[in-house]
């Protein structure tokens, strides 16, 4: 009887999500939302100090790099697409504004469309009449700055974890952050249903085009959207949200006073400062007594609040490269402003191409480094990799597996 070494093939084993960064020598973690906000408003104030349409596309493309190379998998990871479309429909709406409420400032003339005449209270608004080139092209910066601002900030609810980001609010706003957190996951909510209810649909054979496909989609995205709010209102009711019974009344007056007081010394301060004919008092020293009024009626309502916290986000390494790299590109832009702002603004009339400039380059490079300095985010679905094929499965010898197996035959 010969013997004869049994050949297994390998079994495919899923890698978990940090093993495929091994060679990395980075393991995969969730970076804290406050750093990707703190990029993100860094390059919306970048976008917000011009109407160039070339810096503002390369800073669309510089967010657009950064979400795809370290976003995760989670549902609001999911929605910058969404805001992508809604960018362009803005610009497109920008654009169609201006042709339709008088276009025709300009040398260059394009079309001729016959005017509405309107009545004698409506005078200085125009319905239709000549288009100008320089008019649309106005419209089409200011649209592309308008849309470039909300793209960096879809780029921060795409990346950021709205959950995580209600530890870094302080006590006494949990209540306003926890509404704004449940706004934030709306719209990624949705696209995750829509997707769902699609992929349910073509599993079924149903299909994908037309108005019964949109009245197919619409119904059960609806009745989702429903369940999952009431999920998340029995949720909210169970954890004690909105309970202020063992706070006393007059502690609550005081706080409600002190902090309403801190806002209007703020807006009444920051009018001081805007306003040059207003007394020095209500400029300055109102806007620090404000901020101090405010700032104190807030941590009077934080005691108030007792939270647990596990596992507290910290500011690491990585953190404070991703919120100094937003800063940086904003003063960037800023300086790049002072130094040559013609190019920044560039005029429609006359025509002219815009151009670049060193500072606005560096002030892109530099928005676009956390693609490579923050870490990769974990993923629940690894894709999984086989493991190393023995000699034994590819034909080669192996001595062992054959010593093994006629060691019994020798003690017979």
């Excluded at 939270?307 to 986000?313: A, I, Q």
């Excluded at 790299?325 to 300086?335: F, I, P, Q, Y």
Aim: charged share 15%.
């Amino acid at each position: 009887m010969t013997d004869r070494a049994v050949v297994r093939p390998p079994a495919r084993v899923s890698v978990r999500s940090g093993a495929g960064y091994a060679g990395t020598g980075r393991l995969p973690r969730g970076l804290h939302p406050g750093a990707w906000w703190c990029w993100a408003l860094g390059l919306a104030t970048a976008a917000s100090h011009t109407t160039n349409p070339l810096p503002l596309a390369m800073i669309v493309a510089a967010a657009a790099l950064v979400v795809v190379r370290r976003r995760g998998d989670a549902p609001w990871a999911l929605a910058f697409r969404m805001y992508l479309v809604l960018g362009a429909v803005i610009v497109a709406m920008r654009v169609l504004f201006r042709l339709v409420f008088g276009g025709g400032q300009g040398d260059h003339v394009l079309l001729h469309l016959p005017e509405i005449p309107l009545p004698a209270w409506a005078a200085g608004i125009r319905l239709f009449g000549p288009v100008a080139a320089e008019q649309l092209l106005g419209g089409f910066y200011d649209g592309l700055r308008l849309a470039t601002m909300l793209v960096c900030l879809g780029a921060a609810n795409a990346l950021a974890n709205p959950k995580r980001l209600l530890k870094a609010v302080p006590g006494a706003l949990y209540a306003v952050s926890t509404a704004v957190v449940v706004a934030l996951s709306v719209a990624p909510q949705l696209v995750e249903s829509v997707l769902r209810v699609r992929r349910a649909r073509r599993l079924r054979g149903a299909p994908g085009h037309g108005l019964r496909a949109l009245r197919g989609i619409a119904l059960p995205v609806l009745a989702d959207a429903l369940d999952r709010s009431l999920a998340l209102a029995a949720a909210m009711d169970s954890r004690g949200y909105g309970r202020t019974a063992a706070v006393p009344a007059g502690q609550r007056a005081l706080t409600g006073a002190l902090v309403l007081a801190g806002l209007v010394g703020v807006c009444v301060g920051t009018y001081g400062l805007l306003d040059a004919t207003v007394p020095g008092y209500l400029g300055l020293p109102m806007l620090l007594g404000g901020l101090a009024t405010a700032v104190a009626g807030m941590l009077l309502a934080g005691r108030q609040v007792r939270r647990s916290r596990y596992r507290p986000d910290r500011w690491r390494a990585a953190e404070l490269a991703v919120a100094g790299c937003g800063l940086a590109t904003a003063v960037v832009m800023t300086m790049a402003g002072t130094v040559d702002p013609e190019r920044l603004y560039p005029p429609v009339s006359p025509l002219t191409w815009p151009e670049l400039t060193p500072l606005v380059v560096l002030a892109v490079l530099v928005a676009v480094t956390p693609a490579w300095l923050a870490p990769p985010a974990p993923t629940t679905n690894p894709t999984p990799r086989p493991l190393p094929v023995p000699p034994s499965a590819t034909g080669g010898t192996d001595h062992t597996s054959r010593r093994d197996t006629a060691r019994p035959e020798a003690h017979r």
